[in-house]
């Protein structure tokens, strides 16, 4: 063999090898990468849970029907109490109102979870399936497809701050029971932009609505 060859096959061997590193190098580190990303990976629910009360508040569970297209049926995990305000301000417009509109109303692509007002909570649809009410579609770990909404009744004449005071009631057993921490409790403006809960939306106003929920964790 000629030396021409010969170093010829050598810087051949000399390039195959470097590539074969480099390769190796990617697989490892990848592989690392994965590990490291699965370790950081949490458990989240994926099973609701069923109230009959909060403290002394009643919960009233009247599922919207499985197949209405305000009820997918789409199995998620559970990462977030998403607050919201109905802004409607009818005098009627309290609980059981929200729910039998929901459960009736067959062109509605809306849903949410809970509907809070003064006197009562009404569960209209199961933690741990998607409903359409944080406005970012179908966004991966999202307001829709992890979050747990939670509408309060703004209904003129009603007291207000006592369907505040049940909703955070609410909100702290549901962080509870998911084994969330606070930071899991979000406003639909986090997920949309949307200026709601109305009263809420602000970042000052919404410190205290998520300190009067932390009092309810302890
Ligand atoms: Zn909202």
Redesign the pocket.
């Known amino acids: 063999m000629s030396i021409q060859r010969k170093r010829k096959r050598y810087r051949l061997r000399k390039q195959v090898r470097l590539v074969f590193s480099i390769l190796l190098s990617v697989v490892i580190i990848g592989c690392g990468w994965f590990v490291l990303m699965n370790l950081n990976e949490r458990e989240y629910a994926t099973v609701g849970i069923e109230l009959d009360a909060v403290d002394e508040i009643p919960v009233l569970t009247q599922y919207i029907p499985e197949g209405r297209q305000n009820r997918p049926g789409l199995k998620r995990d559970i990462r977030w109490i998403?607050?919201?305000?109905?802004?409607n301000f009818a005098k009627s417009a309290d609980a059981q109102h929200h729910s039998d509109y929901l459960a009736t109303n067959k062109d509605d692509v809306n849903s949410?979870h809970y509907t809070v007002d003064e006197d009562v909570i009404i569960h209209q649809l199961p933690d741990e399936e998607v409903g359409w009410?944080?406005?970012d579609q179908y966004t991966e770990h999202g307001g829709n497809m992890s979050g747990v909404?939670i509408?309060m009744c703004v209904n003129e004449g009603s007291d207000f701050e006592k369907t505040v005071d049940n909703t955070a009631r609410l909100a702290a057993v549901l962080l509870n029971a998911y084994e969330l921490d606070i930071d899991a409790l979000k406003?639909?403006?986090d997920f949309?932009g949307?200026n709601?809960?109305a009263h809420y939306y602000k970042e000052e106003d919404w410190r205290q609505f998520v300190e009067l929920v932390k009092s309810y964790m302890k």
């Open positions: 998403v607050i919201h305000e109905t802004d949410w009410h944080a406005g909404g509408e406003r639909h403006h949309s949307k709601c809960p």
